[in-house]
């Protein structure tokens, strides 16, 4: 009973290598290829907008924090063969909206560099009206004193 159950799973697995092998050989249609070429760019544009937020969260977290964009590009390169090698390929929704989530990117990344220059802005002015306070102390307490 053993030998038959061992001749079954060695029958499946070569009919499942024969498949295997019988779909890598099938040229690709153009609807494929275009397909792939949908999928690659989801992927590549989710992987970007995943590390755009998470250095943008983590450069408002630690001050010491900053990764250029240079390098955000860089890993986006790194990261999608690794992707693709372990078959992670973008969700649907991901293909069929990847215009709209594109201008949600850079609507987002305008928004938080906004956000960002605000900041500064209002940094900027409390260091002004501090600067501004200073001195006049300092001017009170010499022109009482003479």
Excluded: C
């Excluded at 590390?51 to 240079?70: C, H, I, K, Q, T």
């Excluded at 999608?80 to 987002?108: N, T």
């Amino acid at each position: 009973m053993l030998t038959a159950i061992h001749k079954q799973a060695m029958a499946e697995a070569a009919n499942r290598l024969e498949a295997a092998n019988l779909v890598q050989v099938m040229p690709a249609t153009p609807e494929d290829i275009q397909a792939e070429q949908d999928g690659a760019e989801a992927r590549q544009m989710a992987i970007a907008v995943g590390l755009g937020l998470a250095n943008n969260l983590a450069s408002d977290l630690f001050e010491w924090w900053r990764v250029p964009d240079s390098k955000l590009s860089e890993v986006v390169e790194v990261i999608d063969p690794v992707l693709q090698k372990y078959d992670v390929s973008a969700p649907d929704w991901l293909v069929v909206y990847k215009e709209e989530i594109r201008l949600a990117r850079v609507l987002g990344l305008i928004g938080i560099e906004q956000y960002q220059n605000y900041q500064q802005f209002q940094h900027d002015i409390r260091a002004s009206k501090a600067k501004d306070v200073t001195p006049k102390k300092e001017e009170g307490a010499t022109n009482g004193s003479e």
